[in-house]
């Protein structure tokens, strides 16, 4: 293994990124809420919070049912990851309800994580990477780990990627060597 490699997989890496967690909003309809209006929502409330939402904008299948409590998860991308924005009723008064949106961790896809390592060691090695190959999917739980290899050239070295924390629905980790 070369020593650029070698004395990268000592680092501790870092994926870092930041959230919202909860904040309740207003938007008017009869019997349901357009899942555009919703989607528009989560996109200004989420930007007015600095988070970066992945081409502007959040994805909802069906209208939102206006009857307080009820409840749909649409989902949204930051930094390449899968985010749910949790959306529930908690008013009703004639065309106006009002909801709140809160963030949920979704796991990192193992083709996003495998991306993700590969670039971080490129960049702190300063060596091209070849291949990165991942176990899974990393769950959005703190302590959570997956192996994964890097390989640059002939060389290769096992890491493990871990969950650090999860905020805002985004899942921080760091990599490091096994």
Do not use: W, Y
Not at 11 to 20: C, E, R
Not at 73 to 102: K, L, M, R, Y
Not at 117 to 141: E, M, R
């Amino acid at each position: 293994m070369n020593a650029t490699l070698r004395s990268l997989a000592r680092l501790g890496l870092v994926a870092a990124a930041t959230g919202t967690v909860l904040f309740g909003t207003t938007a008017c309809s009869l019997a349901s809420v357009p899942a555009d209006s919703v989607e528009q929502q989560i996109v200004s409330k989420l930007g007015a919070q600095g988070v970066s939402l992945d081409n502007g904008k959040a994805d909802c299948a069906t209208d939102l049912d206006a009857t307080v409590g009820a409840s749909q998860t649409c989902e949204f991308h930051s930094g390449g990851q899968p985010v749910g924005a949790v959306v529930t009723v908690t008013a009703v008064d004639g065309d106006n309800v009002s909801f709140d949106i809160t963030t949920e961790p979704r796991p990192v896809p193992k083709a996003l994580l495998q991306d993700t390592v590969g670039s971080l060691v490129a960049q702190n090695a300063g060596v091209p990477i070849d291949a990165t190959t991942c176990d899974g999917d990393l769950a959005p739980t703190t302590g959570q780990a997956v192996g994964c290899r890097v390989t640059s050239g002939e060389d290769s070295i096992d890491v493990r990627a871990t969950v650090t924390e999860v905020q805002g629905g985004l899942v921080n980790f760091d990599v490091e060597q096994v």
